[in-house]
């Protein structure tokens, strides 16, 4: 069993920055307590996950961005459609209805900015370059309504029955259609000819 792993230097950055980021945050949202990554890993018949954050009566799902051109600032509404199911998801399965997206802005640690300026700048440049293209993706010294930004979720049991609905679809689907077409295959080629 074989599973694609999705990579990315925006990811790699989110996940070396998460706890952080989490701390950050937790500093100035009231909601979430002095919290830290939540390890507790839920799970029921349709769906599982590790929220983030897990306070008395909110989910939270933080979300690093990758610099301030990706930062949604400006945004009145959740950028990605997909993280408000993600926290629904989060929301059912920690028996809480309140739940938050919150993106963070997060200085990129030093390493990934050396990386970043040696694709960029060359593999010849001065400190003084190195210093300009490193400010960009610093962001220490920003105030906080700079580099917070929340989305609350609404609770919605129609969405999560909706998510049940379709985990019981995916399901069936794998039963009638890709077992049977795997079963198939494996007549069709077996293991080997050799006695």
Not at 1 to 16: A, C, I, P, Y
Not at 159 to 178: S, W
């Given at each position: ?16 920055v ?31 996950g ?7 009566e ?15 600032l ?21 028996e ?7 993106y ?22 001065t ?5 300009k ?46 077992l ?16």
């Open positions: 069993q074989r599973r694609v792993e999705f990579t990315s230097k925006q990811t790699d950055k989110g996940n070396l998460e706890e952080d980021a989490i701390i950050y945050a937790s500093g100035h949202i009231p909601e979430m307590g002095l919290s830290s990554k939540n390890e507790r890993h839920l799970t029921n018949e349709w769906m599982h590790t929220p983030d954050v897990l306070a008395d909110w989910v939270f799902d933080t979300k690093a961005s990758w610099s301030h051109d990706t930062f949604p400006y945004e009145s509404e959740l950028p990605e459609s997909d993280y408000d199911w993600q926290v629904l998801g989060y929301m059912a399965l920690s809480r209805q309140r739940g938050r997206v919150v963070v802005l997060m200085s990129m640690p030093e390493e990934m900015i050396l990386k970043e300026s040696r694709w960029k700048l060359g593999q010849e440049y400190q003084a370059e190195y210093e293209f490193a400010a960009q993706f610093r962001y220490d010294d920003l105030p906080a309504y700079l580099r917070i930004k929340e989305f609350d979720i609404e609770y919605s049991e129609e969405k999560i029955e909706a998510i049940k609905r379709r985990v019981l679809e995916c399901r069936d689907y794998i039963q009638n259609i890709i049977p077409a795997l079963e198939s295959n494996a007549k069709k080629y077996p293991e080997s000819y050799v006695e």
